[in-house]
């Protein structure tokens, strides 16, 4: 007896609780077809220390999903879930994306960045301990978001018009060693050197290797500054002994290898050898507001001729008002 009425005061207890609120979710079923939103990895320093690179992470409009300290045995802070947008690409694209806040994962490094010095702009080192740390982290991302090593990137590799980091003093090159980022390979640029020895290409092919790669910039077939300015970024990851944006030797190599890994070997160009010359942003010119246009005025009406004065008849012979006649000139003969 005492069972039964358990079992009914546990069934009325049941019945009187309240309801979950809200849409309830059966997640026994898995579509297989889907994929991460996150197809790139950024990668950024800090221009600043631990503290002031938390404050600024985390207190202003501007994040990153990740944080990697500077202290003797880095600290890894996770800021942002990646299933959320970090605020750290800006205005930003690579290949066909643009704005990749959305479709990246961001890690920031602790780094003051660069200053500016008599002998040249000084870019800060990364201690080897951060490296160390790094690399599993982007080992794990890339991994876990199925994300290409040519999709492993720098700020500026994705805006190179307005950014820097993570400077010539990374090491990319640690990282390829990894297999985490694309990287030439050593002996596909033996095989281009002497090819790209006879002749170098024009600007317009730089331009358009660049672009191939994932590099955005304008086709204009000028060595104009967004183009040295470009170069300077690709070279600051692939070249960073140098990064002074001219179209050389080691620049051409180094793009032919990455766009054409596997490819037949180029043949030598056969056109002149062309002039590198920087074109310089042209002003452009001021605003000239619209002159106002004279307003209509109506035809005015040409004044009248005054007639022409007539001689009056000559007055009747004895008439008070009578003129003489004038005597008739004789004719010279």
């Known amino acids: 007896m005492k069972i039964l009425v358990a079992t009914l005061l546990l069934a009325l207890l049941a019945g009187c609780a309240t309801p979950p609120s809200g849409p309830q979710y059966d997640r026994s079923y898995t579509a297989k077809g889907q994929a991460s939103r996150a197809r790139f990895l950024v990668l950024h320093y800090t221009v600043g220390d631990r503290a002031s690179s938390l404050t600024t992470l985390t207190q ?6 990740y944080l990697v300290t500077d202290d003797p045995v880095p600290h890894i802070y996770n800021l942002v879930d990646e299933k959320n947008a970090a605020w750290h690409a800006g ?4 290949k066909n994306f643009t704005q990749l806040n959305n479709s990246s994962i961001g890690i920031e490094i602790v780094n003051p960045g660069w200053k500016d010095t008599p002998g040249g702009r000084v870019y800060a080192p990364f201690a080897q301990t951060q490296i160390d740390a790094l690399i599993p982290l982007v080992r794990d991302i890339v991994t876990r978001h199925h994300i290409a090593p040519e999709n492993v ?23 390829a060693a990894a297999g985490l980022v694309a990287w030439p390979d050593a002996n596909r640029v033996a095989a281009l050197t002497p090819i790209f ?31 040295r300015t470009v170069l300077s970024a690709f070279q600051m990851k692939y070249r960073p002994s140098n990064i002074d944006g001219l179209p050389d030797l080691e620049t051409a190599v180094l793009l032919e290898a990455l766009t054409n890994p596997r490819g037949a070997l180029p043949q030598p160009f056969q056109a002149p050898a062309p002039r590198y010359e920087y074109q310089p942003a042209q002003p452009q010119p001021q605003y000239q507001p619209a002159q106002p246009q004279p ?25 008070p008002t009578a003129v003489p006649a004038t005597p008739p000139v004789p004719v010279q003969q």
């Open 295 to 319: 307003q209509y005025q109506p035809a005015q009406p040409a004044p009248a001729t005054p007639p022409l004065p007539t001689t009056p008849p000559a007055a009747a012979p004895g008439s």
């Open 60 to 65: 202003q409009e501007v994040s990153a999903h």
């Open 197 to 227: 020895q006879v002749q170098l290409p024009d600007v317009a092919w730089y331009q358009k290797k660049l672009a191939t790669w994932g590099y955005g910039l304008v086709q204009s077939g000028n060595l104009d500054e967004q183009t």
């Open 153 to 175: 990137l720098g700020h500026s590799d994705i805006a190179p018009l307005r950014k820097q980091d993570p400077g010539t003093m990374f090491p990319w090159r640690q990282l």
């Open 91 to 94: 205005n930003s694209s690579w």
